[in-house]
């Protein structure tokens, strides 16, 4: 409710424009104009001057794989379309600083992938990301940092893998060649599967042994495709921690 923004050492001002880029989770393009007129447009606002507008533009409507529709009006396209190109105006003018709301709404699983693709690139070249989602699974792989939210308070908030390591529990996952029995003080089986590779898959939780015990028990009876300490996706903890 209250507060201040400082940005490169500064109160938040009109001069930082050029700096930040800004995906809004709801779209704000001009439907009559088109594509390549659009994109210069937004891009003079964020201070380059017309030729960079133009080379700017040309390069992500290639790199979005928008090219072909240049001319066409924001209208005439697809809502997947419409988005990518709201993208390309956060990002036209290169920013140290984009704000990503829910940047995925809309997307088939291939545009998902190159947006996914083009986001990495961008955070691995120096760009700071603050990015707004529910979709868990992204944030598990595009983020070093998270804050969950509920019912406006901030509930948690740490590096991810961090978080990861604070929810895990003595559960276990064991896939074995052959099957096998857990007639172990301290094994507790918890569900039994089969792989799609036809291994018998099963999930255990220890208590008062080590996973080396349980390896020992194990070796004696299969060989061992694969043991692995469960590790709760952040899916699961949202759900943990709202519940």
Not at 58 to 66: D, N, T, V
Not at 82 to 92: D, G, R, S
Not at 181 to 200: A, Q
């Amino acid at each position: 409710d209250e507060g201040e923004i400082i940005f490169k050492g500064e109160k938040l001002n009109n001069s930082h424009i050029k700096y930040i880029g800004y995906l809004p989770e709801e779209r704000g393009l001009y439907k009559k104009i088109k594509v390549m007129r659009q994109l210069e447009y937004f891009a003079r606002l964020r201070g380059l001057n017309d030729k960079q507008a133009t080379e700017r533009a040309k390069f992500w409507l290639e790199k979005m794989k928008l090219y072909d529709v240049r001319h066409k009006k924001i209208e005439e396209l697809s809502k997947g379309m419409q988005q990518k190109i709201q993208f390309i105006v956060a990002v036209i003018n290169n920013p140290e600083l984009l704000i990503l709301d829910e940047p995925f709404s809309g997307f088939d699983p291939v545009n998902a992938e190159l947006l996914t693709e083009v986001i990495l690139e961008l955070k691995n070249n120096g760009t700071t990301i603050i990015f707004s989602t529910h979709r868990m699974e992204s944030v598990e792989q595009l983020c070093d940092y998270m804050a969950l939210i509920n019912l406006s308070e901030k509930i948690l908030d740490g590096k991810v893998t961090d978080i990861k390591q604070q929810f895990r529990s003595d559960k276990y996952v064991v896939v074995t060649e052959k099957p096998v029995n857990f007639n172990l003080s301290g094994i507790e089986l918890l569900n039994e599967s089969t792989t799609d590779s036809g291994y018998p898959n099963y999930q255990i939780k220890l208590s008062g042994i080590t996973s080396n015990d349980c390896l020992k028990h194990l070796l004696n009876q299969s060989e061992i495709v694969s043991f692995s300490r469960y590790m709760p996706s952040i899916h699961d903890i949202f759900i943990q921690s709202v519940s």
